[in-house]
């Protein structure tokens, strides 16, 4: 039981993660007044814990390490020693996925909550051709999600 209600909240997470990063991405909250309260956060938006004395680079390394602590959470926790040293601390098969997940999202949303806006703007896409920018932007997002449909959901996050 316990087994499970972790890999239900894993899975939430999971999806809310996600759902975060694209809202994050596209700005969201700025486009859509209505869905400010539910994603309040933006790449270009106020920090949760603003940085903008340490100065530009400093600001650049900070995103680059929350970068990095993804990368490292999904290197190192794909690798098949660290899901053995994870069954040798105790941790059972089954819930092997679950931890990924749950790992994962909180990785993720470190970048979400801790992510430095930088003082210029690396690229942008002026009306009408936004329009077509936001479009193939949904299109990626219906796609991951479609994407993970085509494997079974409750093995794919750990609750088979």
């Known amino acids: ?15 809310a993660s996600v759902a ?4 994050w991405i596209n700005n969201w909250g700025n486009a859509f007044p ?8 933006s790449i270009d938006g106020e920090p949760a814990i603003d940085l903008a004395t340490s100065g530009t680079a400093a600001k650049a390394f900070f995103n680059v390490g929350l970068m990095g602590l993804l990368a490292l959470q999904h290197n190192i926790m794909a690798r098949q020693t660290t899901k053995k040293a994870m069954r040798k601390a105790g941790v059972p098969f089954p819930w092997e996925r679950s931890v990924f997940a749950a790992s994962a999202s909180a990785a ?5 909550y801790l ?3 930088m003082p ?4 942008q896409v002026r009306p009408p051709y936004d329009k077509a920018v936001w479009a193939l932007s949904a299109l990626g997002i219906l796609v991951f999600f479609g994407s993970t449909g085509a494997w079974d959901h409750t093995e794919l996050f750990g609750l088979k």
């Open 120 to 123: 210029w703007t690396v690229w």
């Open 20 to 23: 975060s990063t694209a809202a």
């Open 115 to 117: 992510w430095q806006p």
């Open 34 to 41: 209505a869905l400010a309260s539910i994603f309040p956060r």
């Open 108 to 112: 993720l949303g470190a970048i979400l």
């Open 1 to 15: 039981m316990l087994r499970q209600a972790f890999g239900i909240a894993a899975y939430l997470a999971s999806i």
